[in-house]
């Protein structure tokens, strides 16, 4: 009799377990263990799929960051592109101050040395 009472038992509490998501009272025709298979696939089905989306959320996320961080490579690229070539320029142009300063010290020397004063 112990057995009997644990059966119907577990058959109740297990038909009520099974009928929480179906608002009913109970499934008549349908094995509780089944219901719970059923409600464990239909669950494992759910987390694939969140997985899956939170999958392709991060994979997109990766994309942007990768776009970003390739834009900020041109940026800079094209930054220390134009700040070489503004110090070429400089670079020639204090070269051509120093050759004009040259020359002018030139001739101031052989000034120096026409004049005997």
């Not at 050759?99 to 052989?110: G, N």
């Amino acid at each position: 009799t112990n057995r009997v009472h644990y059966e119907n038992f577990r058959s109740k509490r297990l038909s009520v377990l099974a009928a929480i998501d179906e608002e009913k009272v109970s499934i008549p025709n349908k094995n509780p263990l089944a219901v719970l298979e059923d409600e464990t696939q239909e669950h494992m089905n759910k987390i694939k799929l969140m997985e899956k989306e939170m999958e392709d959320v991060f994979n997109k996320k990766v994309e942007q960051k990768i776009k970003k961080m390739d834009n900020i490579e041109k940026e800079n690229y094209v930054k220390i592109s134009e700040e070489n070539k503004f110090m070429n320029e400089l670079k020639e142009e204090l070269k051509f101050q120093r050759d004009s300063l040259e020359r002018q010290k030139s001739l101031f020397d052989a000034q120096l040395l026409l004049s005997p004063s």
